[in-house]
């Protein structure tokens, strides 16, 4: 069935630099995307979200880019922070059948660790 | 800040056994959803309402998970009885309406069943 994927599972980077968390999805008809940062034992927070009409977003130190060609999402964050460390899910929202509901589907997760 | 309330935060129980979770969305929010997230995977949805109706529960064991908002506005997820299986970390989210909005999620209830 279609699904929504990541390329890497973990990423490390430096205090200070910029990460970049990529996601893969495969259906063609989803419309909204949204990226979520999760921490241990906590709920995932919402961090931006991108329409499929758009290309680009930009929050406060992030920004989401979309390239519908290739159906790839990816999540950049500027300044990376310890306080970033967590792991970050890309969700594909589509339109079920009959357009009676939309239906939130879940990548796997990449895991950021931020060193000091 | 509005948030979605989820209790109990921890629960441990052993196999056979019943138990429930218990989810207050934030106010206003007509959407409700229960999700199961095993560590390592992204969330599942279990079961999606639409004020007290539900609108998606196609993925929700139906021979021992039931769920419902009786007044469309705070819900329950119960097991019964548990399985080994079932241990995992059960989520609610709401979102004003059903569509592509953003859910926003409380802090989830973490089950271990022994």
């Known amino acids: 069935g279609e699904s929504v994927g990541l390329h890497l599972p973990t990423l490390s980077v430096q205090e200070g630099d910029n990460s970049i968390i990529n996601c893969a999805y495969s259906n063609s008809a989803s419309d909204y995307f949204i990226w979520y940062k999760q921490e241990s034992g906590k709920g995932p927070q919402f961090i931006i979200d991108i329409r499929s009409n758009m290309d680009k977003r930009q929050g406060q130190r992030v920004t989401v880019l979309l390239n519908k060609t290739v159906k790839h999402l990816s999540l950049q964050i500027a300044a990376t922070q310890p306080g970033d460390s967590a792991v970050y899910f890309c969700?594909?929202?589509?339109?079920?059948?009959?357009?009676?509901?939309?239906?939130?589907?879940f990548g796997k997760g990449t895991l950021l660790t931020v060193n000091p | 800040e509005a948030e979605v309330a989820q209790s109990p935060r921890y629960k441990i129980t052993e196999k056979s056994q019943a138990v429930a979770f218990w989810c207050d969305p934030i106010s206003g929010h007509a959407t409700l959803y229960w999700y199961r997230q095993i560590l390592g995977q992204g969330p599942e949805l279990l079961v999606q309402?639409?004020?007290?109706?539900?609108?998606?529960d196609s993925q929700l064991p139906k021979d021992r998970f039931s769920a419902e908002r009786l007044k469309g506005v705070d819900s329950t997820l119960k097991i019964q009885p548990a399985e080994l299986g079932d241990s995992a970390m059960y989520l609610c989210a709401s979102s004003l309406r059903a569509g592509p909005y953003e859910q926003y999620f409380g802090p989830g209830t973490r089950l271990t069943v022994t």
């Open positions: 969700a594909e929202n589509m339109e079920e059948s009959g357009g009676s509901n939309y239906k939130l589907t």
């Open positions: 309402f639409q004020d007290e109706s539900v609108v998606d």
